[in-house]
């Protein structure tokens, strides 16, 4: 059975009774004593005071609960005569203080019953004492301190009065022996360990570590003449050995006196505040929107997460479109001042226009809302808040918004759609935003247009595919454009009934126009920045229609060759690079539309629905858009030679015999092949006046000589 000491008990209780009570006081206080408890077991305890410090004072009690009601007293700013505890405060900058608590009495035993400032027992102090963190004469934060403090027991012999003596570091290392990792234990083939015994030794005493961290910490090196024997020094070794005396090797200075760093006591639980955020001078793509007093220009957005964030930075020429969703509980709270003062990117300001529109159509934004009479009416809601900047190099023109709005009852469990959006326009604001310049960037929309007859010009038009929002019928589903270079799908669901599947060639007719209608533009931009005037750059599309007719007799509920599903299949290509950013264009777009077969499903439970022809069952209608980029190449093909025999291939052999013949043949790339051609013609002369002036040409003059003689 585990027993503890009564009074310990009692003195534990009665801390933890006073810590209690004094939590429930300082819970609403902007003041905090970090720790707010301490246990002290000598002269001295540290706590810090973190908050608002300023006319702050510190005030010391000693305390212990009531015998009656074992209740602490009442917490009290009054300074006490208390003589044996002293409170003092450091300022630790701001909003912090340190505050120390020091004993104010001797720790050594009493030599007679007589002696005052002394210790009667061992355990010499216990007992609890708080300070106060007053301003005025209000208690703002407390500090427990549990003092049990024993006396000091000094030896009674002399005291040995030597010193350490610490080697200089610049000749000699700190450590004696780095290899001994183990305290009162041979360490393996560490032959400096002191611990290890001669027996011990004996076992690895050829297997020593070497070098400093083995004990040897000033190796002789191998070209000094001391360092080699007459066995197994090699001949040259006497007339080219160094002489030098052992404190000049390559190890001094390897142990060095170092700086030491006082470190300055601060709270290591205190969060690093956060930088403010700091304005560009200009803006660049990707980088936030500044308000006037150097705030982020913030508009709602959706997370990745998919969590609708209400300030999410607005980033300079990043188009975005997004819709939050939420349910309605009350009446949504009114925004925030729109027409913020923006800054321009060039010193200036840019002030928000705000256009408002009423609306009385709330079935894209409300569903499921039975609009009960005795419901509350929600007045001015924002439905839709979409941006539109206009900008011209590093700076921003104008920022117009158009805001949607209307009243409705407010019905519990509705479900409301806010749409926001921002687009960034160079030129005229009613100019559509173009997708790159002149190639196509990654995560712009694709451009599409449809011909006008009478003018001769194209007229842009969308290509989208399906965005689904609420329940997800392609009834109330809405349309997103499709990004260049991102791959994607999405569907929406189409309610069909067994009256719908009794006349399938209609039902076959109503979903290609719903399909179609994704991709109303029949020519497709080659270019990001296109000229609707010209068919130069532009791409017909083309459409893949097989026949949807029926081919046999369908059963009753079942229908086939149902076009539920359009892929939009684009083809790009790398043209040029300017400077060096790839320039990518379109090349094709084929739209295909792939069948599948309805059927209703009936069992046991919904076995109506194949005889009711009211009641209707959901098939999926989906949209995928898939891009392929084509490989570039502007080298010539190789030829079959360059492919079968690789040996005579410069990329891939170190010898190239073509490279023979430098300068004169076109692999040598070191200046224009004119003037190699040049400077190799010149050499080749020179060594043919060379060759007929040497040796032939002395020969002839010899035998001339000889002839004359």
């Known amino acids: 059975m585990l027993k503890t000491r009564p009074g310990l008990f009692n003195f534990l209780s009665q801390t933890l009774i006073l810590f209690a009570l004094l939590l429930k006081n300082d819970a609403r206080c902007d003041l905090v004593f970090l720790p707010s408890v301490l246990v002290a077991s000598g002269p001295r305890a540290s706590a810090f005071l973190v908050g608002n410090v300023t006319n702050v004072s510190l005030t010391i009690k000693s305390v212990s609960p009531s015998s009656d009601t074992g209740r602490l007293p009442v917490a009290s700013c009054v300074p006490s005569n208390l003589s044996q505890w002293t409170v003092s405060e450091e300022s630790n900058g701001k909003s912090s203080l340190l505050v120390h608590v020091t004993l104010n009495k001797s720790l050594q035993l009493c030599s007679s019953a007589n002696d005052t400032d002394c210790c009667l027992q061992p355990l010499c102090v216990k007992e609890t004492i708080i300070v106060f963190a007053c301003i005025g004469n209000v208690s703002q934060a407390s500090l427990i301190v549990q003092a049990q403090i024993y006396a000091q027991l000094l030896p009674a012999g002399p005291v040995s009065e030597n010193k350490t003596v610490i080697p200089n570091q610049v000749f000699q290392?700190?450590?004696?022996?780095?290899?001994?990792?183990?305290?009162?234990?041979?360490?393996?083939?560490?032959?400096?360990?002191?611990?290890?015994?001669?027996?011990?030794?004996?076992?690895?005493?050829?297997?020593?570590?070497?070098?400093?961290?083995?004990?040897?910490?000033?190796?002789?090196?191998?070209?000094?003449?001391?360092?080699?024997?007459?066995?197994?020094?090699?001949?040259?070794?006497?007339?080219?050995?160094?002489?030098?005396?052992?404190?000049?090797?390559?190890?001094?200075?390897?142990?060095?006196?170092?700086?030491?760093?006082?470190?300055?006591?601060?709270?290591?639980?205190?969060?690093?505040?956060?930088?403010?955020?700091?304005?560009?001078?200009?803006?660049?793509?990707?980088?936030?929107?500044?308000?006037?007093?150097?705030?982020?220009?913030?508009?709602?957005?959706?997370?990745?997460?998919?969590?609708?964030?209400?300030?999410?930075?607005?980033?300079?020429?990043?188009?975005?479109?997004?819709?939050?969703?939420?349910?309605?509980?009350?009446?949504?709270?009114?925004?925030?001042?729109?027409?913020?003062?923006?800054?321009?990117?060039?010193?200036?300001?840019?002030?928000?226009?705000?256009?408002?529109?009423?609306?009385?159509?709330?079935?894209?934004?409300?569903?499921?809302?039975?609009?009960?009479?005795?419901?509350?009416?929600?007045?001015?809601?924002?439905?839709?808040?979409?941006?539109?900047?206009?900008?011209?190099?590093?700076?921003?023109?104008?920022?117009?918004?158009?805001?949607?709005?209307?009243?409705?009852?407010?019905?519990?469990?509705?479900?409301?759609?806010?749409?926001?959006?921002?687009?960034?326009?160079?030129?005229?604001?009613?100019?559509?935003?173009?997708?790159?310049?002149?190639?196509?960037?990654?995560?712009?929309?694709?451009?599409?247009?449809?011909?006008?007859?009478?003018?001769?010009?194209?007229?842009?038009?969308?290509?989208?595919?399906?965005?689904?929002?609420?329940?997800?019928?392609?009834?109330?589903?809405?349309?997103?454009?499709?990004?260049?270079?991102?791959?994607?799908?999405?569907?929406?669901?189409?309610?069909?009934?067994?009256?719908?599947?009794?006349?399938?060639?209609?039902?076959?007719?109503?979903?290609?126009?719903?399909?179609?209608?994704?991709?109303?533009?029949?020519?497709?931009s080659s270019t990001g920045n296109p000229d609707f005037s010209s068919l130069t750059n532009w791409s017909r599309v083309t459409t893949v229609v097989k026949s949807f007719n029926q081919t046999t007799m369908d059963l009753r509920g079942v229908c086939s060759s149902v076009p539920a599903h359009l892929h939009i299949h684009i083809r790009s290509v790398v043209m040029e690079t300017i400077n060096g950013v790839p320039q990518k264009m379109i090349q094709a777009v084929e739209l295909n539309f792939k069948a599948s077969t309805w059927r209703l499903q009936c069992d046991a439970a919904q076995g109506t629905i194949c005889m009711n022809p009211e009641l209707t069952q959901t098939f999926p209608v989906t949209s995928s858009v898939t891009f392929t980029e084509a490989p570039s190449s502007t080298q010539s093909p190789k030829s079959r030679f360059h492919i079968n025999f690789t040996e005579f291939d410069c990329e891939r052999n170190d010898v190239c015999w073509p490279e023979l013949a430098f300068p004169l043949t076109p692999y040598y790339t070191g200046e224009p092949y004119s003037q190699a051609l040049a400077k190799g013609l010149i050499l080749v002369f020179f060594f043919i006046v060379v060759s007929l002036l040497g040796t032939p040409w002395r020969q002839i003059r010899q035998a001339w000589s000889n002839s004359l003689l």
């Open 173 to 524: 290392p700190l450590g004696q022996c780095p290899c001994d990792l183990t305290a009162k234990v041979c360490d393996v083939r560490c032959c400096c360990d002191q611990d290890c015994s001669p027996e011990l030794l004996w076992l690895f005493a050829g297997q020593c570590l070497p070098g400093p961290f083995g004990g040897m910490i000033s190796p002789v090196p191998d070209y000094v003449c001391s360092a080699q024997s007459a066995n197994n020094a090699p001949d040259w070794f006497p007339f080219l050995c160094v002489t030098s005396p052992l404190e000049n090797n390559p190890f001094l200075g390897l142990f060095y006196d170092g700086s030491t760093v006082t470190p300055k006591p601060a709270p290591s639980f205190q969060a690093q505040p956060m930088a403010a955020p700091v304005p560009p001078t200009i803006y660049r793509q990707g980088a936030p929107i500044f308000t006037e007093d150097n705030q982020y220009f913030t508009i709602p957005q959706v997370s990745m997460l998919g969590q609708c964030l209400e300030k999410a930075p607005v980033a300079f020429l990043q188009n975005f479109e997004t819709v939050c969703v939420k349910s309605l509980q009350s009446c949504p709270a009114a925004p925030a001042e729109l027409g913020l003062a923006v800054k321009d990117g060039q010193g200036g300001f840019v002030r928000v226009t705000v256009v408002n529109e009423e609306i009385t159509d709330f079935s894209p934004f409300l569903s499921n809302a039975a609009n009960p009479a005795a419901e509350p009416l929600c007045m001015n809601v924002v439905l839709s808040l979409s941006y539109t900047f206009q900008w011209k190099g590093n700076s921003i023109t104008a920022i117009s918004l158009t805001r949607l709005r209307g009243n409705f009852k407010l019905s519990p469990g509705a479900t409301l759609t806010t749409r926001y959006s921002a687009v960034f326009v160079n030129g005229n604001i009613t100019a559509q935003p173009n997708s790159g310049n002149p190639g196509y960037q990654v995560g712009r929309p694709v451009i599409g247009g449809v011909l006008d007859n009478a003018t001769g010009t194209l007229v842009r038009a969308p290509v989208s595919l399906w965005q689904g929002v609420r329940d997800g019928l392609c009834s109330a589903a809405d349309k997103r454009p499709a990004l260049y270079g991102i791959n994607s799908t999405s569907g929406c669901l189409m309610a069909i009934s067994l009256l719908n599947l009794s006349n399938c060639t209609k039902l076959r007719e109503t979903v290609f126009s719903t399909l179609a209608a994704l991709v109303p533009a029949t020519w497709i």
